[in-house]
C-alpha cells in the first residue's frame, strides 16, 4: 500500500481486514509491516483487531517511525480532519531497525524526520541537545544515535504506557497545533510532512512558554534559530480560525473541553498546563509574524 496519512482511513483499514480475511491469517502467523510511520500505524491497527488479535512485527523505513513511530505501542487511523482518533495500544513483537532505509530517503523526509530527534533531545538533557544543535539535518543520524534517541522515547512510555498519569503526554510537544497543520494542509495541493507540521506547532509552543515566561528566551532563540537554519520555519497552510478551531478541539489531549499542553520550561523538562484558545492563537500569530520576516 500507498505510505502517507492518506493510507490512515477506513477505507484504507478494511482493504487490510479484507487480505486478512482472503490469505486466512490467523493468530499463530505474524503480520510484517514494512514502511513508515502512517503504514505501521494502520497496519498494526489491522493485525491488533484482526480476530482480536494477531501478532505483528514492525520494520520502520523512515527516521520518524525508527525514532518515534515504531515505538510506544500506539496503532490507529485518522478520522475525518481528526488526526489519530481512531485507535488502541498494541505492541508489536519485535521492531527491527536498519538504518540503510534512510539512505532512501528524498532529503525532505530526511529534514522532516529529524524534526522528531530534536524534539527527544529536547525532552532529554543539554548534552544531547547541545549535540543535535551542532548536527545537520541532512545526514544520517549514526546507529548509536537511533539508539539513544528510543531510548528516551521508551523512557516516558514505560513510566505512563496509556497517557493516564501524564508523564507520557510530555511525548506531545509540538503535536497539538502541529497535527492541525498537518490536517489542515491535506485540504491543499501541497499537503505538509508529519515533521514539518510538528515543527511548526513545536516553534509556535516554544514561542507560548518563552511568552509565558516558563522558558528562558536565550534557550527559545537557540530552538528558533535552528529550526529556521534548517528550514523548517515554513509558511502556514490557508486556514480559517473557524477550521483551525474545529480540529485543534478533537484533539486527543483536550480533557472536559480544556486544552492541555506540554510546555518546555527547560532543556530535559516540561509541564502539562491547560492553555486557552485565545493564548495559542496570539502564538500561531506571532509565528506568521516570524515567517513573514
Known sequence: MAGGEEVKTLPALRRLWKKLWQYRVDKGQTVLLIGGGSVLDVGGFAAATWKRGTPFI??????????????????GLNFRQGKNLIGTYADPQAVWVAPDFLRTLPPRELRAGWVECYKQALLSDQSLWSHLQSLSFST???????????????????????????IRQ????????????????????APLLHGEAVAMGLIQEILLSAQTNRLPKAVAEAILSKLRAEALMLPLPTFTWSAWEKILLQDKKVRNGQ???PLLVEIGKVQLVPVSIQALKASVRLYQALVAV
Open 170 to 189: 510530555a511525548l506531545n510537544l509540538g503535536h497539538t497545533l502541529g497535527h492541525v497543520w498537518e490536517s489542515l494542509s491535506l485540504r491543499t495541493q
Open 58 to 75: 514492525s520494520v520502520p523505513t523512515t527516521l520518524i517511525a525508527q525514532v518515534d513511530a515504531a515505538f510506544g505501542g500506539k496503532v
Open 140 to 166: 544520517i543520524p549514526s546507529v548509536e544515535l537511533l539508539q539513544r534517541l528510543v531510548s528516551i522515547k521508551m523512557r516516558y512510555v514505560e513510566q505512563d504506557p496509556r497517557e493516564e498519569q501524564g
Open 259 to 261: 486544552i492541555f499542553l
